[in-house]
């Protein structure tokens, strides 16, 4: 899987015939290849105005030359162009890690809210996330000492995630929703070798009703639900808030401990087997395998 941004074509999006195409010389393969938009259409219904949208391309390679590709060619039929790639390392393997559990945020852009990223990461730690990864684009100075402090302890994955390339004529970046960010999400899925993930803003929490002293409660739950409905691919989390009373904001985190929740309409979050998912946005499984999900409230 590839994920990447182009403006809204036929060709990529509807296209009965292959636009790029894979070529390994080393195996005298030529591999055609899936496009398609992350959202299903073009322009994304949610944000009309933008007319770069994410995109994705799939290329079925066979099990036996995974291990051997090191340089390929892809060639797009559609502008007529070619590039050579050079694999420097292959991602979401069968290589063995500890990687039980992920948390992928997607791009963070122009963010400050030290407080608020410190709750996040702390609740997801103790709730027995193994790895949590921060895409980011722009951030305030304590932000980003704080990120680094987290990367330092083997807390966190950080990964920088810049503006498109541009020239005097196109800009791409003034007219992609939100950088972007679900190209970002989707490679945070392929890019590591996790048993689970979830994709989840800084202000976003899956919340397991029940004894709060149980460690790693989330995690718990999710792996029960997993490990005893073999034929779940995801588990789908209904949309609740919750409000926090700041007059009792005293210096400590006691604040926390009185927490009101309340079930309110939006989208759902979710947690998946990594690898029985092709292709997510920030609240749907957009290319799902023949698996089952399963909806909680």
Same mark, same amino acid.
């Given at each position: 899987?590839?994920?990447?941004?182009?403006?809204?074509? +036929?060709?990529?999006?509807?296209?009965? +015939?292959?636009?790029?195409?894979?070529?390994?010389?080393?195996? %005298?393969?030529?591999?055609?290849?899936?496009?398609?938009?992350?959202?299903?259409?073009?322009?994304?219904?949610?944000?009309?105005?933008?007319?770069?949208?994410?995109?994705?391309?799939?290329?079925?390679?066979?099990?036996?030359?995974?291990?051997?590709?090191?340089?390929?060619?892809?060639?797009?039929?559609?502008?007529?162009?070619?590039? #050579?790639?050079?694999?420097?390392? =292959?991602?979401?393997?069968?290589?063995?890690?500890?990687?039980?559990?992920?948390?992928?945020?997607?791009?963070?852009?122009?963010?400050?809210?030290?407080?608020?990223?410190?709750?996040?990461?702390?609740?997801?730690?103790?709730?027995?996330?193994?790895?949590? &990864?921060?895409?980011?684009?722009?951030?305030?100075?304590?932000?980003?000492?704080? $990120?680094?402090?987290?990367?330092? $302890?083997?807390?966190?994955?950080?990964?920088?995630?810049?503006?498109?390339?541009?020239?005097? =004529?196109?800009?791409?970046?003034? %007219?992609?929703?939100?950088?972007?960010?679900?190209?970002?999400?989707?490679?945070?899925? =392929?890019?590591?070798?996790?048993?689970?993930?979830?994709? $989840?803003? &800084?202000? +976003?929490?899956?919340?397991?009703?029940?004894?709060?002293?149980?460690?790693?409660?989330?995690?718990?739950?999710?792996?029960?639900?997993?490990?005893? #409905?073999? =034929?779940?691919?995801?588990?789908?989390?209904?949309?609740?808030?919750?409000?926090?009373?700041? +007059?009792?904001?005293?210096?400590?985190?006691?604040?926390?401990?009185?927490?009101?929740?309340?079930?309110?309409?939006?989208?759902?979050?979710?947690?998946?087997?990594?690898?029985?998912?092709?292709?997510?946005?920030?609240?749907?499984?957009?290319?799902?395998?023949?698996?089952?999900?399963?909806?909680?409230?």
């Amino acid at each position: 899987m590839g994920y990447g941004f182009s403006t809204c074509h +036929e060709e990529y999006t509807k296209s009965k +015939e292959p636009v790029l195409i894979l070529n390994d010389d080393k195996h %005298s393969l030529s591999i055609p290849g899936k496009t398609g938009t992350i959202h299903n259409e073009c322009p994304w219904n949610f944000a009309k105005g933008c007319s770069w949208n994410a995109i994705y391309v799939a290329f079925e390679i066979p099990e036996y030359i995974v291990n051997g590709i090191d340089n390929v060619t892809l060639i797009n039929t559609f502008t007529n162009k070619k590039v #050579h790639v050079k694999v420097k390392k =292959q991602v979401n393997g069968d290589k063995e890690n500890n990687n039980d559990f992920t948390i992928c945020v997607p791009p963070m852009y122009w963010y400050e809210n030290i407080l608020q990223l410190f709750i996040f990461h702390e609740y997801w730690l103790s709730n027995g996330a193994t790895n949590i &990864v921060y895409y980011y684009h722009s951030t305030s100075s304590d932000v980003m000492k704080l $990120l680094k402090y987290y990367k330092n $302890l083997k807390l966190a994955t950080l990964i920088p995630y810049k503006s498109l390339p541009k020239s005097d =004529q196109v800009d791409p970046n003034k %007219s992609v929703y939100r950088y972007g960010h679900t190209s970002g999400i989707n490679d945070c899925l =392929q890019r590591f070798n996790s048993k689970y993930v979830s994709i $989840l803003d &800084v202000d +976003e929490f899956i919340y397991v009703f029940g004894n709060n002293d149980i460690p790693n409660k989330v995690y718990n739950f999710i792996n029960n639900v997993f490990s005893s #409905h073999n =034929q779940y691919s995801a588990i789908s989390f209904a949309h609740h808030g919750y409000d926090i009373n700041n +007059e009792v904001f005293d210096g400590t985190f006691d604040f926390l401990k009185n927490i009101s929740i309340y079930s309110r309409g939006g989208p759902p979050k979710f947690v998946v087997r990594q690898k029985r998912i092709l292709v997510v946005t920030s609240h749907i499984i957009a290319k799902p395998s023949s698996f089952v999900k399963k909806t909680v409230s």
